[in-house]
Nanobody
Framework: QLQASGGGLVEAGGSLRLSCAAS????????IGWFRQAPGKEREGVSC????????YYADSVKGRFTISRDDAKNTVYLQMNSLKPEDTAVFYC????????????????????WGQGTLVTVSS
């Protein structure tokens, strides 16, 4: 299971930290991805983290503003979101994909096996 949390209402320029807490599987064998879906738009990949050599990925739209990290001891991945913009408003989902002991995170949502329930981020202008 994956539990996403940390969403809320924030003004433009503000920050939020999302958390994705996992249970029921060997967390450090999995890549974790963050995806978002804004009203009326398709789901898009935001960021992901593997377990090899600091592997991370960021969509161009969030590069330099968002930082993903993982704490395997806590079975949790974090997404630190700074300099938030109104266009970041969306439901954010975390997802897990099995990659073994050393792997890179896939960018496509189709690769992910487990999905959390989503947390709403609203950025006001």
């Amino acid at each position: 299971q994956l539990q996403a949390s940390g969403g809320g209402l924030v003004e433009a320029g503000g920050s939020l930290r999302l958390s994705c807490a996992a249970s029921g599987f060997t967390f450090d064998d999995y890549a974790i991805g963050w995806f978002r879906q804004a009203p009326g738009k398709e789901r898009e990949g935001v960021s992901c983290i593997g377990n090899s050599d600091g592997n991370t990925y960021y969509a161009d739209s969030v590069k330099g503003r968002f930082t993903i990290s993982r704490d395997d001891a806590k079975n949790t991945v974090y997404l630190q979101m700074n300099s938030l913009k109104p266009e970041d408003t969306a439901v954010f989902y975390c997802a897990a994909d099995y990659i073994g002991k050393r792997g890179r995170c896939p960018k496509g949502s189709y690769a992910y096996d487990y999905w959390g329930q989503g947390t709403l981020v609203t950025v006001s202008s």
